[in-house]
């Protein structure tokens, strides 16, 4: 049962423009998201969070997105650099009893810059 | 993360010999996780662990596969009698204590069974 999702395994985008990655989750008990960006044969470096009690949250070139009811985000990255290119990872938190995060992971997508 | 320190980054090991992975979390993290991510998969979570603490492993396979986080030293995961299907990259992660903070992770150990 895979709880989050993101349903595109790729994304190819311009120097320059937006890139929207998104990611849909089933579980209502999730209240934390990350975005994750991962270089291969690295570990994942985090980007970017999201609380449930909002609807937005940017900094600087990445902002996220969050829609309560749809059961989607969203990250927006613009303007889009070559650097950018990698996977990225979606993941919603639940919270152990002993005060830490489960994250559950989509299964990423991957984003290729182009000059 | 180069805060969160994991060793080795590559192991290969023959079927039946034993792994062992070590994570040193980043300082002042009291918080440590496992995950695993097979080849064309996203992350899995494993175990949850504190100091000298199992606080949660509903993902960890219920044989072969265990995990400590000792009072002095690193986490350890270890992976008894390995089979093909653990070569994967085992990835550590830390946190702060507390609700909604974000775990590091990092760079991860590359199983490879033979």
């Known amino acids: 049962d895979q709880q989050v999702k993101q349903n595109s395994p790729s994304l190819s985008v311009q120097e320059g423009r937006i890139s929207i990655l998104n990611c849909d989750y089933t579980?209502?008990?999730?209240?934390?998201f990350l975005w994750y960006k991962k270089y291969p044969a690295e570990g994942p470096t985090f980007l970017i969070s999201i609380s449930s009690i909002k609807d937005k949250n940017e900094d600087g070139r990445f902002t996220v997105f969050l829609n309560k009811s749809a059961k989607h985000l969203s990250l927006h990255i613009v303007p889009s650099q070559p650097g950018d290119s990698a996977v990225y990872f979606c993941a919603a938190s639940t919270i152990f009893t002993g005060g830490g995060n489960k994250l559950t992971f989509g299964t990423g997508t991957q984003l290729k810059v182009e000059l | 993360n180069a805060g969160v320190m994991q060793n080795p980054r590559h192991l290969v090991r023959r079927r039946g010999q034993e792994a062992r992975l070590r994570c040193s979390p980043m300082k002042g993290h009291s918080h440590v996780y496992w995950y695993r991510q097979l080849p064309e998969e996203g992350l899995k979570f494993m175990v949850y662990l504190q100091k000298e603490n199992i606080i949660d492993e509903s993902g960890m396979p219920k044989e072969r596969f265990s995990a400590e986080f000792p009072k002095e030293g690193p986490s350890i995961l270890r992976i008894q009698q390995v089979v093909r299907g653990d070569s994967a990259a085992y990835f550590c992660?830390?946190?702060?204590?507390?609700?909604?903070?974000?775990?590091?992770f990092g760079q991860g150990t590359r199983l490879t069974v033979v």
């Open positions: 579980n209502s008990m999730f209240d934390y």
């Open positions: 992660a830390s946190s702060y204590r507390g609700p909604n903070t974000e775990a590091f």
